[in-house]
């Protein structure tokens, strides 16, 4: 078993006229089993990523590497959508792995890096 | 409009055997109103679109931090229990799952996709937390994409 430690910070000088927005949190999360790096050429189809039946719960990050194109993150292709990656956004969050998730480019074939990291059960 | 800056790391000494992790990304976007700053809610709390919403539908594009704080809502101090306690996050009316699963402490940073803005299917919009145990206490922080 290994050690995952993530940190977030959401900092802003003006989303509020009256407070700094200026927001730390960070966990030590137990991971075993498969951790996985990987690049995917996305396109306007929606292609599965990850399969949920080949994992178990997992701390997943995604980055849209693309300076231009958004991408949606969903259930399958035309499938419930979860999230919209914009040029450049990321997302980290623990991954039921309930469901598969698949990307689906807005245009082109743009590039999603995926990190995951299997929970220690 | 306004920016806000996220800034996420991952580290790790020991995943990998012959390289650690050490991976860092941040980013400026642009946010507007609605918003809600850094705020806390029990999973059976009606903060005004039902218990446990957190945003109702909406065509808004939104980014959402939510964090487990790990603590029971029926006092906002005792410890939850670490797995049975768990909460999940879905859309407004839970038809579809967003599939993030968070126990005490675990927390999640994404963009969440715009929905219809109507009822019904799967593209609904919104944002809804449900107690997997217990009812437990949630922070969470959302603001408009621009």
């Known amino acids: ?121 | 409009m306004a920016s806000l800056i996220p800034t996420l790391t991952l580290t790790s000494s020991d995943a990998f055997a012959s390289q650690a992790l050490s991976l860092s990304v941040t980013d400026n976007l642009s946010v507007a109103a609605p918003m809600a700053d850094v705020s806390r809610m029990a999973t059976n709390d009606n903060i005004g679109h039902g218990a446990g919403v957190i945003l109702a539908e909406s065509t808004n594009q939104y980014y959402v931090y939510v964090k487990h704080l790990g603590i029971l809502a029926s006092d906002f101090s005792s410890a939850s229990h670490v797995s049975n306690d768990f909460v999940t996050l879905s859309d407004h009316d839970a038809t579809a799952g967003l599939t993030i699963k968070l126990q005490p402490s675990e927390f999640a940073f994404f963009p969440m996709k715009q929905g219809d803005g109507s009822d019904g299917g799967g593209n609904d919009g919104g944002l809804k937390v449900t107690k997997g145990g217990a009812d437990v206490v949630i922070e969470f922080a959302y603001f408009t994409r621009a």
């Open chain 1, 1 to 121: 078993m290994a050690s995952l430690v993530p940190t977030l910070t959401l900092t802003s000088s003006d989303v509020s006229t009256a407070e700094a927005l200026s927001l730390s949190v960070t966990d030590n999360l137990a991971v075993s089993g498969g951790a996985i790096s990987f690049q995917v050429v996305t396109s306007t189809t929606g292609t599965v990523f990850a399969a949920a039946a080949n994992y178990s719960k997992s701390y997943v990050f995604l980055q849209n590497l693309d300076a231009n194109i958004a991408m949606t993150i969903e259930k399958a292709n035309n499938g419930d959508e979860y999230m919209t990656l914009g040029a450049k956004e990321f997302a980290f969050f623990p991954w039921a792995a309930a469901v598969d998730l698949a990307v689906d480019a807005a245009s082109g074939t743009p590039t999603l890096e995926v990190r995951i990291y299997q929970a220690a059960s």
